[in-house]
């Protein structure tokens, strides 16, 4: 599985317009009604908020990855955005949040939607490739990015 499966290349997004956690995932949250991933974005948004509420996905070196399963979506569908002020998001480690992976799942994909978030996880560890992607200028450099390191 590769990011480039399941990301939403016109949900990319390299400056984020807002400041607040919920704000931010209400933009991608759009950005995925207007490429027609999903529809209903109040009941997305709701989603992931209730999400939040059970603890932050702030994951800590200016890191978030809102998820959640819902039956609105058919197949697993991510958005991205990167912040250049820098999101309160209640992370982990009381940092702002630069980047954001947001990702959707259908309720009966539990095993791909953990394989997803592992995979996402896995590649913003590396200090270089969050740095790369906080840098990059538009979704074409986004997508440049995250295609050179996920090879495997």
Do not use: W
């Not at 978030?64 to 998001?89: C, D, L, Q, R, W």
């Amino acid at each position: 599985m590769k990011i480039l499966d399941f990301l939403c290349r016109e949900a990319i997004v390299t400056d984020l317009e807002t400041r607040g956690k919920k704000e931010a995932i209400t933009e991608l949250v759009n950005l995925l009604v207007k490429a027609k991933k999903v529809k209903d974005s109040e009941e997305i948004v709701k989603i992931l908020m209730e999400r939040e509420q059970l603890g932050s996905t702030g994951i800590g070196q200016g890191v978030a990855i809102p998820h959640g399963k819902t039956e609105i979506v058919n197949e697993i569908v991510a958005a991205f955005g990167i912040s250049k002020k820098g999101i309160e998001f209640d992370a982990l480690d009381g940092e702002p949040v630069y980047l954001i992976f947001l990702l959707l799942a259908p309720v009966e994909a539990a095993g791909t939607h953990l394989k997803a978030l592992a995979k996402i996880s896995r590649l913003l560890k590396d200090k270089f490739f969050r740095q790369n992607l906080k840098e990059a200028k538009n979704p074409e450099e986004v997508i440049r990015i995250i295609n050179e390191e996920d090879k495997y």
